[in-house]
């Protein structure tokens, strides 16, 4: 019953932080940056953990917190006429940095060590920058604005994937999704997350957004979010069964760690702006 308690406390004050940093762009930025910056810790923190691995984890992590940062500067019009490109250099600088080292730090096994370090930015870094991508569109004004409804939306989606799936998996759940890497998931569970979430894009589309994407968009984007939010969460769970781990850390009092917290929108965000881009090629 106490473990219940903290875990109800904890992702209420989660969802609050996630919900009110998209109130404004300032608050988005220091937020995910944050999150971002835990999150590639806690990554090579446990991959270190491995034989013959040794992950430069400070690094490793101001080099993903910077990407982060070097994605908002690109993405907003903060810095209006400036050649935005060049913000890019010095991550570029430092990943060269990474993969030079260690022909002179003698590791037992250099090649894991250049594999997890660009993991780390490719798992996690490139997906929570891409969140500049979905908050800071351009008007037809020619000027940027911070889209509140957007981002948010991928996280709303997957939080009532999570719980309609966890619902709708109790009472019916018979057929495994993916036994061998989740025994807890069912088909059932994650048909009804997914009908769910359809049901708040379709509640999106009337109520919140006269605009930017019509029903049959704002549905396809539901799904998008949904399949690879889904697996997202089985990557994750791959990830911890491969280095024999129940939780990815302990910074979230009974939801564990932030890959735990974060994992479906490692893949879900990414793809969000995959579906986005392609719908404006047609």
């Known amino acids: 019953m106490k473990n219940l308690i903290v875990r109800t406390i904890t992702g209420i004050i989660f969802v609050a932080a996630v919900v009110a940093s998209f109130m404004r762009p300032e608050a988005m930025v220091l937020l995910f940056s944050i999150i971002t910056g835990l999150t590639v810790w806690e990554f090579t923190g446990l991959v270190n953990e491995r034989p013959d691995v040794t992950v430069n984890r400070f690094i490793t992590t101001v080099a993903g917190v910077y990407f982060f940062y070097a994605m908002t ?10 050649a935005k490109s060049v913000v890019f250099i010095p ?18 096994d250099p090649i894991q060590n250049w594999a997890y370090t660009m993991l780390s930015q490719m798992y996690i870094a490139l997906p929570f920058s891409l969140l500049n991508v979905l908050a800071f569109n351009a008007t037809s004004q020619g000027m940027v604005a911070f889209n509140t409804l957007l981002p948010l939306s991928i996280f709303v989606f997957l939080w009532i994937n999570d719980s309609g799936a966890y619902c709708v998996g109790s009472l019916l759940g018979r057929h495994k999704l993916f036994p061998r890497i989740s025994p807890g998931k069912s088909w059932e569970g994650s048909i009804g997350g997914a009908v769910f979430v359809l049901a708040a894009a379709w509640a999106i589309s009337e109520f919140l957004d006269q605009q930017m994407l019509n029903t049959l968009e704002w549905l396809g984007l539901g799904l998008t979010v949904v399949v690879f939010g889904t697996w997202g969460d089985l990557v994750e769970s791959l990830f911890k069964r491969t280095l024999g781990i129940k939780d990815s850390g302990n910074i979230l009092p009974g939801h564990g760690g932030m890959l735990d917290r974060f994992d479906s929108s490692l893949l879900a965000i990414p793809a969000a702006v995959v579906y986005l881009y392609t719908l404006s090629l047609f």
């Open 73 to 82: 500067y690109f993405c907003s019009d903060i810095y209006a006429g400036v």
């Open 91 to 108: 991550y570029l600088v430092t990943i060269i940095y990474l993969l030079i080292a260690e022909l002179y730090l003698r590791q037992k």
